[in-house]
């Protein structure tokens, strides 16, 4: 189990109100935390589920299902216990109601239903892309988020998304997603290939580091000129070459990844090439798009926001095209409920809610 690094809160100072719950549990993390009406954390606590997942080398729904269902009481204890509330404080409850695994949403989304309807307290169904498109304005230090700007451009980039949506006002507009895979699912089936163990993309991103990205260069799908992605074609490419290598040099996949076992230059160096052309496509795209409209602002959100050259890419991007950048927080990038939570304050605001003997989880759901 895994807290955020936000300060406890001095026990003698109430919360400011509305405080509310945040459930996220559309994959393999449960999290629960706890925010005050500015937004500020008071607990973001995230319960991985690396260990059981990791011996079939994914996410395994059911076994998915089963553990949401084990951390809930110590996640959500923790969260309260670090929060200095009872849940009978809690004034909103909200949770992630899709995209994501069905059986692992309908745990966090019944779990809030619940808690709402039981307490007689609102109740927000956040949609997970929601979440992320505005965890790049959550403060670490405990302190209130930021405002969220009336425009801005937002990149979400994940195991399930690669999307690039336009904030204008209260209206949100998709501009592009992926055709096929989504960016984070590209490193991890990369990674899985080459033997790294679950979650691949950010080892693929630690050896991508040492490695020499112009030995195998890849290219970059011209997606007919629109601002759309596609990460299958380059995975597909990446695997092909993978190949090449090993029957060129007598290689055997999987690679135990170990000391005694490294995984030879050539496979790292080809690491480096996909992930270099994996963020050039992601750059290229917001070429495009500045050629087409103005954009002020960048907000970077989603797993994949960790990765280290697409973190020093986009800077060097924003700086040169004259975009202001606001990349996650690295503790926030992966999935996490003070994301959700503080969606579902931006709702509450706005005076919304939904229904919590109604409302259903959809593993799908356009946003
Ligand atoms: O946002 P997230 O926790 O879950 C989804 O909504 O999908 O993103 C998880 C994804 C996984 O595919 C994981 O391998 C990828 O983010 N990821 C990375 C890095 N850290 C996490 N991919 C590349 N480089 C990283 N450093
Ligand atoms: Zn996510």
Same mark, same amino acid.
């Given at each position: ?52 997942? !990791? ?20 996640? =959500? %204890? ?18 992630? =109601? ?5 059986? %692992? ?29 505005? %965890? ?26 690669? =999307? ?136 970077? %959100? ?13 800077? !060097? ?29 931006? !709702?509450? !605001? ?18």
């Amino acid at each position: 189990m895994s807290v955020s690094e936000s300060p406890e809160r001095p026990p003698e100072r109430p919360p400011e109100r509305p405080v509310v719950l945040g459930i996220e549990s559309s994959c393999d993390d449960t999290a629960c935390a706890v925010l005050d009406g500015r937004g500020a954390i008071l607990a973001s606590v995230v319960s991985s589920q690396i260990d059981a997942h !990791r011996p079939y080398g994914g996410v395994v729904p059911e076994i998915a299902s089963r553990e949401h269902l084990k951390n809930w009481p110590p996640v =959500s %204890s923790e969260a309260l216990r670090r929060a200095g509330i009872e849940m009978g404080e809690v004034d909103v409850v909200a949770a992630t =109601s899709g995209p994501g695994l069905v059986g %692992s949403l309908l745990v966090g989304l019944t779990l809030g239903r619940a808690i709402a309807y039981g307490l007689e307290r609102p109740f927000q169904a956040v949609h997970h892309i929601e979440g992320h498109l505005y %965890s790049p304005f959550l403060a670490t230090d405990g302190g209130p988020a930021d405002a969220i700007p009336e425009r801005f451009i937002g990149l979400v980039v994940s195991g399930g998304h690669t =999307s690039l949506l336009r904030l204008d006002g209260a209206e949100v507009t998709t501009l592009a997603e992926t055709r096929d895979d989504a960016i984070g699912e590209a490193f991890d089936k990369i990674g899985k290939r080459v033997g790294l163990a679950y979650p691949q993309g950010p080892r693929v991103d630690v050896l991508a580091e040492e490695g020499d990205p112009k030995r195998y260069p890849l290219p970059v799908p011209h997606c007919g000129g629109t601002l759309d992605f596609s990460y299958s074609g380059l995975k597909t490419q990446t695997l092909v070459t993978l190949e090449g290598i090993c029957r060129e040099r007598g290689f055997e996949t999987p690679f135990a990844d170990t000391d005694e076992e490294p995984v030879p230059p050539e496979v790292v160096d080809l690491l480096a090439g996909f992930r270099a052309a994996a963020v050039r496509q992601i750059v290229r795209r917001l070429e495009r798009l500045v050629e087409r409209e103005t954009v002020e602002l960048l907000a970077v %959100s989603g797993g994949v926001a960790a990765n280290r050259l697409l973190r020093r890419e986009l800077e !060097r991007w924003a700086a040169q095209a004259g975009v202001a950048l606001r990349l996650v927080p690295l503790a926030f990038a992966g999935d996490n409920a003070a994301m959700i939570a503080h969606a579902a304050l931006l !709702r509450h !605001r706005q005076g919304r809610s939904d229904d919590p003997l109604t409302v259903e989880a959809a593993s799908r759901a356009p946003f």
